[in-house]
């Protein structure tokens, strides 16, 4: 992913909105979110990710709308199997 290249698109495309940038633990950039519509309960955001370490959300559902490449989701049970 060319990190410098997302972020300044994101800049000029969503003005003044939010930009996070996610490493993993070796300081590599893997997600670029750029929050579009931050609300109190939810957010409308952007993404662009290279690679998400499994994880979950407690109180969170996530919709994804793949405009490039490919998604591989896993669900998994509360016990994380």
Same mark, same amino acid.
């Given at each position: 992913?060319?990190?410098?290249?997302? #972020?300044? !698109?994101? $800049?000029?495309?969503?003005?003044?909105?939010?930009? %996070?940038?996610?490493?993993?633990?070796?300081? +590599?950039?893997?997600?670029? #979110?750029? !929050?579009? $519509?931050?609300?109190?309960?939810?957010?409308?955001? %952007?993404?662009?990710?290279?690679?998400?370490? +499994?994880?979950?959300?407690?109180?969170?559902?996530?919709?994804?709308?793949?405009?490039?490449?490919?998604?591989?989701?896993?669900?998994?049970?509360?016990?994380?199997?």
């Amino acid at each position: 992913m060319n990190v410098r290249k997302v #972020i300044s !698109e994101f $800049k000029i495309k969503y003005l003044n909105k939010r930009i %996070i940038e996610n490493k993993n633990s070796k300081g +590599i950039t893997t997600e670029i #979110i750029c !929050e579009v $519509k931050p609300y109190k309960t939810y957010s409308h955001a %952007i993404d662009v990710i290279d690679f998400s370490v +499994i994880h979950y959300h407690k109180k969170t559902t996530e919709t994804y709308k793949v405009l490039r490449g490919d998604l591989k989701m896993f669900k998994y049970d509360k016990r994380g199997r």
